[in-house]
């Protein structure tokens, strides 16, 4: 929960004051809000308050998939140097919070190749001018 820091008279209007980080909070929970409902927002917070996790989401790489929330961590140095892990952290009914979930992601050149496919079979785009812009062929 972001609280402001208030100054002044008790009987007056007083001075409300956030910090950079309750800021960066705030703009994290906007972003966040674009995608889900402030109460999966909520579960999210408690979620990571009773997994005794710093609960803010300022710094969290947080990934929405329909109704479901994922915190993509990378400093888990039992799952590899490099490799990224990813715990759900809510979801609309609530079923596999707290579980990790395994990460696949194509490789590049299949996503290439997924484009030009689509590109080449839709009506609506110019394949020609696709062809003379695109930055990479496909394999």
């Known amino acids: 929960m972001v ?3 208030r100054f002044g008279k008790t009987g007056g209007r007083p001075t409300v004051i956030f910090s950079w980080e309750q800021l960066l909070e705030i703009r994290a929970i906007r972003n966040l809000r674009e995608d889900v409902s402030l109460q999966t927002v909520r579960k ?3 979620y990571l308050d009773e997994s005794g996790c710093d609960n803010s989401l300022r710094d969290k790489q947080l990934v929405v998939v329909n ?3 994922f915190w993509v961590k990378q400093d ?5 140097d490099n490799l990224p892990t990813a715990i759900k952290v809510a979801s609309k009914n609530n079923k596999g919070v707290g579980q990790y979930v ?5 490789s590049l050149i299949d996503i290439v190749n997924d484009i030009w496919k689509a590109a080449k079979t839709s009506n609506v785009v110019d394949f020609q001018s696709f062809k003379e812009r695109a930055k990479v ?3």
Do not use: R
């Open 3 to 5: 609280t402001p820091y």
């Open 44 to 46: 999210i917070i408690k």
């Open 67 to 69: 109704d479901e929330v």
């Open 76 to 80: 888990w140095s039992d799952f590899g």
């Open 102 to 106: 395994l990460l696949v992601i194509p």
């Open 137 to 139: 062929l496909p394999a």
